[in-house]
């Protein structure tokens, strides 16, 4: 049995619902990361854009530059301005702020990324995979949620 993960904004403007569990959940040391949260890093929950259900509010858009030139679009409360979620180029993705959660406690992450920038007194635990800047999904996600990826990003050829 799952039940389904709701959170939302600080003002309440924009409330959602995580229809199914995430397909995988990042926890990232970035600089980046650490800038735009002002904190050690971020959690975040990879989630197919459909499977994350919008019952209020409308998060806006901002485009936020990353140290690699590209940019990141972050989604924000159009009223108190806390970034809800974000999309890495794909709008198929999501990849949901854990701390929205109403529930923060109910996600741990599956992965640390970008250690190489992790601040010295975070310590990791040894059960979780950590790698220095990114890894290979293929060989950490489940086989479940690669299906689910490929469902997603192959256009539907019938019907
Ligand atoms: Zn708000
Ligand atoms: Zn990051």
Redesign the pocket.
């Known amino acids: 049995m799952s039940v389904a993960r709701e959170g939302g904004c600080s003002c309440g403007a924009v409330r959602y619902r995580l229809t199914s569990e995430p397909l995988f959940v990042h926890c990232?040391h970035?600089l980046?990361?650490q800038r735009q949260t002002g904190s050690a890093f971020?959690i975040n929950l990879l989630i197919e854009a459909d499977r994350m259900e919008l019952f209020s509010g409308e998060p806006q858009p901002v485009d936020v530059p990353r140290d690699d030139g590209s940019t990141q679009r972050i989604f924000r409360c159009p009223q108190c301005q806390v970034a809800v979620f974000s999309e890495y180029g794909r709008p198929q993705v999501r990849f949901v702020r854990a701390g929205t959660l109403d529930d923060p406690a109910g996600v741990a992450p599956d992965v640390h990324i970008?250690t190489r920038s992790k601040l010295p007194w975070v310590v990791l635990p040894d059960s979780v995979p950590a790698v220095e800047i990114y890894y290979d999904r293929h060989e950490l996600w489940p086989a479940e949620s690669l299906e689910r990826l490929d469902a997603v990003l192959t256009p539907a050829t019938d019907g």
């Open positions: 990232c970035c980046n990361c971020v970008f």
